[in-house]
């Protein structure tokens, strides 16, 4: 009976894990960006005056890391790697055909939530031949915008999930 319950529960969270979407937010408005699997944890990217800091949380634990600040550190010197064969080489080739057509699959697996820009391009020429184009495009959840006023704004969620990602990648 025990080991039915904990079959159970092991099934019930294997389940979730695989329903709990996952986000990727790019907002320059509220200067958010971030990846997000909800109720697992998220990983932030926080631009300061002379830095990046990359804040990360799974579940209790949390960590800030510095890319800036890891590269400046002066690292061991690499050991020689052994030289691969040309014959071993030629046989680890995959076909690069079958790799794009799993890559465009992935890429159909992700959901457009919501998708603002506001654009300026810096050159009136340009702004006005745009206009009538992201007039076109423009739809309820995809707005584009172009402006004369020199600012250029972006808000783009996408969402998907694990099992989604899971059934492009091997189907």
Do not use: C
Not at 80 to 97: L, T
Not at 106 to 113: A, D, G, N, P, R
């Amino acid at each position: 009976m025990i080991g039915v319950i904990i079959v159970l529960a092991i099934a019930v969270l294997l389940g979730w894990l695989l329903i709990t979407p996952l986000e990727i937010r790019l907002d320059s408005i509220n200067n958010q960006y971030l990846i997000r699997w909800r109720g697992i944890g998220n990983l932030k990217l926080i631009p300061t005056s002379d830095d990046l800091l990359l804040r990360l949380r799974v579940l209790f634990w949390h960590k800030e890391i510095s890319p800036v600040q890891m590269m400046l550190i002066p690292k061991e010197k690499e050991k020689d790697k052994p030289k691969v064969d040309a014959e071993k080489k030629g046989r680890s080739k995959v076909k690069i055909q079958r790799w794009i057509k799993k890559g465009l699959h992935l890429l159909q697996s992700f959901h457009v939530k919501a998708m603002k820009l506001d654009l300026d391009t810096g050159d009136f020429i340009h702004n006005s031949y745009l206009y009538p184009i992201f007039h076109v495009l423009n739809r309820r959840d995809k707005q584009l915008n172009i402006n004369f006023e020199g600012r250029t704004e972006i808000l783009l969620i996408i969402q998907n999930r694990p099992y989604r990602i899971i059934a492009a990648w091997f189907f």
